[in-house]
């Protein structure tokens, strides 16, 4: 059981503390994982009281509750509850939360998830530190920061300098939700626990792997963030680029915070640097025009509220890299994600080449099938192993056929990636979280793209809404037999 802590969230009245960190807290009591001593007090701009806010919270969380609510459960997880109101950006009001905190007599290990706009980093942790709250002498003091961090690697690096004032690097814990994915932690568990897996997964077996986040959703409610934003770093230069290093990177030495974050930095480090002139055969982008999506008409990108009518901020960005070291010479990498396209699914899919020579008779004919394997990474969670086996009968004709495995849980043992990442930050377990120099090293590998992309604001291709994203992005297949696949 972890230790006792006062868990203060700020922006908790925004988009993600209500539909993902209070849902994650309810699940945590739920299944007994917090100590009494661990307290949950909200930072808010709104004039509300403890009640109030305990109100809001419910409504929140009924939708979300894994095989409902119920009072018992409901009763523990509201005493843990506290709302404070304060300006972030005034001193004085980090003196009085100190008191608040004080007088209350919570726990002075000290968790701050700081669930803002990357702009508001800095200053929330500077008077923190000036407040003193960040000091560790009678407790641990650990900051949470959503992503994004930095807005281009120049500014991360000035973000982490501000930081650095106040913060140790042991302190601070930069989130990425998708490592907190059962799945995507399915990733190391099938290749580091496997022997059958290793001596395939390099350039002599494999043809190319491709990794796919689709959302059946709009920009919606957050356009005034996406705008300044768009897909390559909303979701290729975080999640997207963890997802390549976990499937990609060496064996690290052990499974601790270190061991695993060098192995991934080596990895983005060993990425083949993008040059000006190959932006355009390497990086494909696109905005979504108006169209159907699950049988209902949507406007497009340009008409939803908040987006300049003007804008060239991609909903749908495509990307190919090489990792230049020895595992994966000369194999390509394909990412791609987009926003209102047919359906929620991500895949991360490693097509393996042919075999040196076909000789069953059927071969003559049609060209047999590679072999795959492919991740399900949400909402199904799978995985599945494509080969090519005999079809019943006299003759020796062959068929395409899988292994597949469906792995998620039941109400019970599953769980949102948020749960597991609350939970490490009063555990102090890094190791699902990003060191800078990663965060630095997955900047340098999209920073001159969207430099190149940043001079380019007369044009933006668009595809309709409602399709698997526009045509553009075929050309950056190395070879006509590759193409983007879209089911597990
Ligand atoms: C967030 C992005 O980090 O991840 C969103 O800002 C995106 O734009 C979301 O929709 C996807 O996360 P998930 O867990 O729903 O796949």
Redo the contacts with the bound molecule.
């Keep these: 059981m972890p230790e006792a802590c006062t868990y203060v969230v700020f922006g908790a009245t925004g988009n993600l503390s209500m539909t993902k960190l209070m849902p994650a807290f309810y699940h945590l009591e739920k299944h007994n994982r917090l100590t009494d001593e661990v307290k949950i007090l909200a930072i808010g701009r709104r004039d509300w009281d403890r009640d109030e806010w305990i109100e809001t919270v419910k409504e929140a969380v009924m939708p979300k509750a894994r095989g409902g609510i119920t009072d018992e459960v409901c009763d523990r997880f509201c005493s843990r509850l506290d709302y404070f109101k304060m300006d972030i950006l005034n001193a004085q009001d980090y003196l009085k939360l100190k008191e608040h905190i004080e007088a209350n007599n919570w726990p002075n290990n000290m968790a701050f998830y700081l669930s803002l706009g990357p702009d508001q980093f800095a200053p929330a942790v500077e008077h923190l530190g000036e407040a003193k709250l960040l000091r560790e002498d009678s407790g641990w003091r650990r900051v949470v920061l959503e992503?994004p961090f930095g807005y281009d690697a120049e500014s991360a690096k000035q973000l982490q300098k501000r930081l650095n004032k106040y913060l140790d690097e042991e302190q601070t814990y930069r989130i990425d939700?998708?490592l907190g994915?059962g799945m995507v932690q399915n990733l190391m568990v099938f290749r580091f626990a496997n022997l059958m897996m290793e001596p395939l997964w390099n350039r002599n077996y494999i043809d190319h792997i491709q990794i796919t986040?689709a959302?059946d959703?709009p920009v919606g409610t957050?356009a005034g963030y996406?705008d300044t934003s768009g897909a390559m770093r909303?979701?290729i230069q975080?999640?997207l680029l963890q997802l390549l290093a976990l499937v990609a990177m060496e064996p690290p030495a052990s499974m601790e915070a270190e061991a695993l974050r060098n192995e991934k930095v080596k990895l983005l480090q060993s990425v083949r640097p993008i040059l000006k002139k190959n932006v355009h055969n390497q990086a494909y982008r696109a905005q979504y025009a108006e169209g159907s999506v699950n049988g209902e008409q949507v406007p497009a990108y340009l008409q939803e509220p908040g987006v300049d009518k003007n804008s060239v901020t991609e909903t749908y960005a495509a990307l190919k890299l090489y990792i230049d070291n020895w595992r994966w010479a000369g194999v390509p990498f394909y990412i791609q994600t987009g926003k209102n396209m047919p359906k929620n699914r991500?895949i991360v899919a490693i097509r393996f080449k042919h075999p040196p020579k076909q000789f069953f008779r059927d071969s003559q004919v049609k060209k047999m099938e590679p072999n795959w394997i492919v991740f399900g990474i949400?909402p199904e969670e799978s995985i599945r192993i494509e080969l090519t086996a005999k079809q019943p009968g006299l003759e020796i004709m062959t068929e395409q056929t899988s292994l597949d495995a469906t792995l998620k849980g039941d109400v019970d043992t599953s769980y949102d990636?948020y749960e597991e990442l609350l939970l490490d930050v009063i555990k102090g377990d890094r190791s699902l979280f990003l060191r800078y120099d990663e965060v630095k090293a997955a900047w340098t590998v999209v920073d001159p793209i969207l430099q190149a992309w940043s001079s380019e604001t007369a044009y933006i291709d668009t595809y309709p809404s409602g399709s698997w994203g526009p045509e553009g992005a075929k050309k950056l297949f190395d070879h006509p037999e590759q193409c983007w696949r879209y089911h597990y």
Excluded: L
């Design positions: 992503k939700h998708y994915k986040h959302e959703k957050r996406y909303d979701m975080s999640h991500t949400q990636a």
